[in-house]
């Protein structure tokens, strides 16, 4: 309702403009009031028309107002301070359209693709990834609740150097060969123990190894390039250890993130990229558009580089650009970057060039499906994107920059529009959450903010770990509460708790702010928190539960009759209008790429619900008409808190 009364409002201020002052404004913003006492909308257009029309803006806010009426929903319009024009709803009128539920998915047929989480398959999640794939599977779901197709696609890197160091780490400190790798495997399932995990003791070890002074140092990285070059080149047992362990942890992955409901479409894999000369296509295409040229003086001699969008062209050049970005180096290697490139023309159907694909991952609505250099005949269609987005930790903003700008050199302004780097800043630990996983730290280390994790060191939170902790926190509570549910009960409960938790808590915060993860402050039930929500909810079902009358009976026939006027008036109708903003927050979330914006709101309208439950006693309201009208308050709040949670990721659990 909210959204399309918005709409509405734009619509008649932008022909009252062309009629009575022959403008066109090419956007008009509509503001919230701080206080809705001052009405639901607040126009600041007189401003803007003050220069054109020299003229002050009360006065032009003044000409206006007369002309906004008569307007469909609307009750009256005013001005207000210097030159704002501020709205009123018919209540009457509004409430009946938010009881209705006129939200709908609009079919936008807009085809989206959306990358995310990109774990190296060298060892297990941590918790920057959940981050990462809490992130991208949220916003997923905002694009799907808009109405987009949406492709969800998992970069898998199975040939870069971080695999390459658990493979030296497997046949030269451990001395397995092929097949002594697949029996490792065989042993770690019988005895029930995860190969990612003995992956992130192994990493850390080499990792450890490589430190060294030189020239012992030089030699041992000598082993890994050797590595490295095995398993891109491919077709030897270098490769073939590299690719059984890969996919083993990749699976692993796979089965860690549907505990958070985390699913994806499709895997293409770096290997498939090598191998199937995505790069050798896009080369030609930068070379034949002049975007990459072969520099032969300076620190770059002998490489293939792009040159930045303020540089003139190769045969206008005088002098060296020592900072062009290098694409292929002097010694024929192609940089991340060049790959990116590649993959990206990929992404938007620009490469000439497709993937094999095999069925890998099982869901219960869906097949995940993988990369493969010669694949079955019957798939789905992935790559084609109108738009994408990538959801990379805010250091590869370079990277990101450079492919963007590739494809703006090569004529693809309108896939360079539809870009977008979804970046993040890191996760962290409070010194406590530190404490509490049974880290040691320093006594100047306690005093800080945060610490930083490091899989190299071996020091971070295993995703696995971290949710087996938080369900174990979450079910003691759950046991005190409920003893008479059945253990499967209180698992699933402690379960949704859990996930719920982590989700809120890696969401609330805004995309470029460093988050200190900690246990205590994700799982409370009061404050900004997931349980808060879920919380809200339940309370909210149980009125329902005990009143013996469905939420969606409630909205059936409401009648508000004076309930929005007197001493009750503001909290209960600012209930309502909070309410019906979802369609406008998952506008804002889209636009601005960030989910931040809903959880604070699903926060905030917790908040009222939990103010009018405790100032309401509803079960207990004499008055036949006034309980149902406060039935219908909670059932509007119950609506949309559900509606905010499932597009959060978080499910509501049946008590808590």
Not at 181 to 203: H, M, N, S
Not at 442 to 462: A, L, M, N, Q, T
């Amino acid at each position: 309702m909210y959204r399309k009364q918005q709409r509405l409002l734009r619509e008649r201020l932008r022909s009252v403009l062309q009629s009575k002052y022959q403008i066109e404004l090419p956007h008009i913003a509509i503001e919230q009031p701080p206080d809705l006492e001052m009405g639901e909308y607040a126009l600041p257009v007189a401003f803007e028309l003050a220069r054109r029309l020299k003229r002050a803006p009360r006065v032009i806010a003044g000409e206006l107002v007369g002309e906004l009426l008569p307007l469909p929903g609307f009750a009256s319009f005013e001005v207000a301070g210097a030159g704002y024009i501020n709205g009123r709803l018919d209540r009457q009128a509004a409430a009946q359209q938010i009881a209705l539920d006129d939200f709908s998915e609009e079919q936008s047929h807009l085809h989206s693709l959306v990358e995310h989480t990109s774990i190296n398959p060298n060892k297990a999640a941590h918790i920057g990834h959940l981050r990462n794939a809490i992130l991208g599977d949220t916003f997923v779901r905002l694009l799907r609740a808009a109405g987009q197709h949406v492709d969800v696609q998992n970069y898998i890197d199975n040939t870069g150097v971080q695999v390459a160091d658990v493979v030296v780490g497997l046949t030269y400190f451990e001395g397995y060969n092929l097949a002594g790798v697949r029996k490792l495997l065989a042993d770690l399932k019988a005895r029930g123990e995860r190969i990612d995990d003995y992956c992130w003791d192994l990493y850390a070890r080499v990792s450890q190894w490589y430190e060294i002074a030189e020239p012992e140092r030089q030699a041992r990285r000598k082993k890994r390039l050797e590595t490295l070059h095995a398993i891109e080149e491919g077709g030897n047992e270098i490769a073939e250890i590299a690719d059984l362990l890969s996919t083993a942890v990749l699976r692993r992955h796979l089965e860690t993130m549907l505990r958070l409901d985390i699913e994806y479409d499709f895997l293409p894999r770096e290997s498939e990229i090598l191998h199937l000369k995505f790069w050798d296509l896009a080369f030609a295409q930068l070379k034949a558009k002049g975007v990459l040229y072969f520099e032969t003086e300076g620190k770059n001699q002998g490489c293939w580089v792009m040159r930045r969008a303020s540089t003139a062209t190769a045969a206008e050049e005088v002098a060296v650009d020592e900072d062009a970005k290098v694409i292929v180096r002097s010694n024929g290697t192609v940089t991340y970057v060049g790959k990116d490139i590649a993959y990206h023309l990929w992404k938007f159907g620009l490469l000439g060039r497709d993937f094999g694909y095999a069925p890998f991952f099982p869901y219960s609505d869906h097949t995940c499906w993988i990369s493969t250099e010669r694949g079955e005949a019957q798939h789905p269609d992935f790559g084609g994107a109108q738009a994408i987005y990538n959801v990379i930790d805010s250091r590869q903003a370079d990277p990101q920059a450079n492919v963007i700008e590739a494809l703006r050199g090569l004529g693809y302004t309108d896939a360079a529009e539809h870009y977008v780097h979804f970046s993040y800043e890191m996760v962290a630990l409070t010194p406590r959450c530190a404490l509490e996983l049974g880290y040691e730290i320093s006594e100047e280390d306690k005093g800080r903010p945060y610490i930083e994790v490091s899989g190299r060191k071996g020091f971070g939170v295993k995703a696995d770990a971290l949710l087996d902790k938080l369900t174990a926190a979450a079910k003691e509570e759950v046991d005190s509460r409920h003893p008479q549910r059945s253990e499967a009960e209180r698992e699933h409960i402690a379960h949704s708790i859990a996930v719920g938790a982590l989700r809120y808590f890696m969401l609330k915060f805004t995309r470029n702010s460093v988050i200190a993860f900690d246990f205590k402050e994700a799982l409370s039930f009061e404050g900004e928190t997931g349980p808060y929500v879920q919380y809200a909810v339940v309370r909210a079902r149980n009125i329902f539960r005990k009143a013996g009358v469905t939420p969606e009976a409630s909205l059936a026939e409401v009648n508000v009759a004076d309930y929005f006027q007197g001493e009750d008036a503001a909290g209960l109708w600012e209930l309502w209008i909070m309410s019906s903003r979802l369609s406008l927050l998952l506008e804002q979330c889209i636009a601005a790429a960030e989910p931040a914006y809903l959880a604070k709101h699903a926060f905030q309208l917790a908040q009222l619900f939990n103010n009018f439950y405790h100032r309401h006693h509803i079960l207990t309201e004499e008055d036949p008409a006034r309980r149902q009208f406060l039935l219908a308050t909670a059932a509007v709040a119950e609506r949309a808190l559900v509606r905010s949670l499932v597009w959060l990721g978080i499910a509501v659990p049946e008590a808590m």
